[in-house]
Each structure stands twice: as structure tokens, then as C-alpha cells.
């Protein structure tokens, strides 16, 4: 088995107990990520938009995409969700959302070019091994001027009180956590550990540059999770 399946497959493995897992293991913050990386892409785009969200796992990107849109009158058109896990898209179908799911590599959209205002990729493009390819896809679906917006826990900077007690978590507390809650301890080892093989936050802005221009970056929960916002060149 390939290493992308391999990943997938673990994904469908954790996919009933994932929205668990991570309401505990991040102590709710990371709807909170979720909400405010939503409203900081919408500054850049119009009012009538067609969203894609990859890696949609079980769809609390596309909850909030929903949810934010209501508050500030933005009308979402369509929102498609792709994930290639077919585990998560089960659990994310049972949630009823008024949107479209679709069993599909970040890398081979089934989309038209030029169909989409907005790309999300929400902790997601570290676990595509094909990144560069994935990225292409991305400007590829979006339109002129078109935004991608990446939430990614990036490669973390070594040293001080807050990066020690973040490194602690991760490689100590989370996957004994995780490992209990989804019985698949293998599977919370292994997200610490793509998270230190993951690219820093300069050389990720980097790979973007081929293909989009960097509007924002900001980093939440003192470097925990970080926002890449682009637009397509």
C-alpha cells in the first residue's frame, strides 16, 4: 500500500471519533481557528462566491464557512466539499449540510477550471504527499483573483517556555489521548510526527509563490496553528 492510501486508510479508521478527538484534544480552539480564518478570507473576495473546501474531513470547515457567511450577508452559491477518505465523508454527510460531497485527491479535483472563489485546505496539506501538485490544482479550479486559504499546524520554532510545553503536548499528552479516544494510537502518533515533517511557515509561502500571491499570515495560539491567505497570480 502507497503512502497517501496508507494515510487515507487511517483517516477512515479515527473518522467516527474524530470530531470527538479534537474538540478535546485542542479544548474547543480550533473552531475558533476555523471561524476567524473564515472571516479574514472573506475581506478578500465579493459577496456571491462558490467555495471548495478539500480535505473537508468531516465538514466543520464547511459548518463555518456557513455559519460566518450568515453574520456578514455573504452568499455562498454553492460549497463542495472533497475529501479522499471515504470514512470521513460518511460522518460529514449524517451532518445534513446544504453542500455538495465529493471523494477526491487535493491533487485531482473532479472540477471545472476557473469554478471556484474560494479554496480552504484546513490541516490537511501536510497529510498530501504530492503537495506541488495539489497546489497547481488549486490555481487551476480557482478563478482570476481567486483565494486560497491553508489553517496548518507548520514546522515549529525550537526554544522557549510556550514552544516546550506545545512540544510536550503534542508528542506526550496527544497521542495517549487520541490513541484512547479512537482506540488507533497509531494514528496520533502519527500526527505529531507530520506535523515536525511539515515545512516552516517562510518555506511554505515559499511553494505557494509559484502560483499565488501571499495576502496574509497570521499565527494563532502562540504558533499552535497558523492562516495562509493567497490569491491566485
Known amino acids: 500500500m502507497q503512502k497517501q492510501e496508507k494515510i487515507v486508510k487511517m483517516f477512515d479508521d479515527i473518522a467516527p471519533t474524530y470530531d470527538k478527538a479534537n474538540r478535546i484534544l485542542s479544548f474547543g480552539t480550533d473552531v475558533n481557528w476555523r471561524k476567524k480564518a473564515c472571516l479574514n478570507a472573506f475581506k478578500y473576495v465579493g459577496n456571491q462566491l462558490d467555495i471548495v473546501d478539500v480535505a473537508c474531513g468531516t465538514g466543520d470547515m464547511i459548518i463555518e464557512w456557513q455559519n460566518q457567511a450568515n453574520k456578514i450577508n455573504k452568499e455562498i452559491v454553492s460549497i463542495k466539499g472533497i475529501d479522499p477518505s471515504i470514512g470521513m465523508l460518511e460522518v460529514a454527510k449524517k451532518k445534513r449540510?446544504?453542500?455538495e460531497f465529493i471523494q477526491a485527491k487535493a491533487q485531482e479535483l473532479p472540477l471545472e477550471s476557473q469554478s471556484a472563489?474560494?479554496?480552504s485546505i484546513s490541516y490537511g496539506i501536510r497529510n498530501v504527499i504530492d503537495r506541488k501538485e495539489a497546489i497547481k490544482e488549486f490555481s487551476r479550479v480557482l478563478k482570476k483573483d481567486g483565494i486560497l486559504?491553508?489553517?496548518?499546524?507548520?514546522k515549529r520554532e525550537q526554544g522557549g517556555f510556550i514552544a516546550n510545553c506545545r512540544d510536550f503536548y503534542l508528542k506526550n499528552i496527544l497521542p495517549k489521548v487520541g490513541g484512547f479516544i479512537s482506540k488507533n494510537y497509531t494514528a496520533y502518533e502519527y500526527l505529531p510526527n507530520s506535523i515536525e515533517n511539515f515545512l516552516s511557515k517562510e518555506d511554505f509561502i515559499d511553494e505557494l509563490s509559484e502560483y499565488f500571491q501571499m495576502l496574509e499570515y497570521k499565527s494563532f495560539s502562540y504558533g499552535i496553528c497558523s492562516e495562509f491567505i493567497a490569491r491566485k497570480k
Open 97 to 99: 449540510l446544504n453542500a
Open 117 to 119: 472563489d474560494i479554496i
Open 149 to 154: 486559504l491553508v489553517l496548518e499546524f507548520t
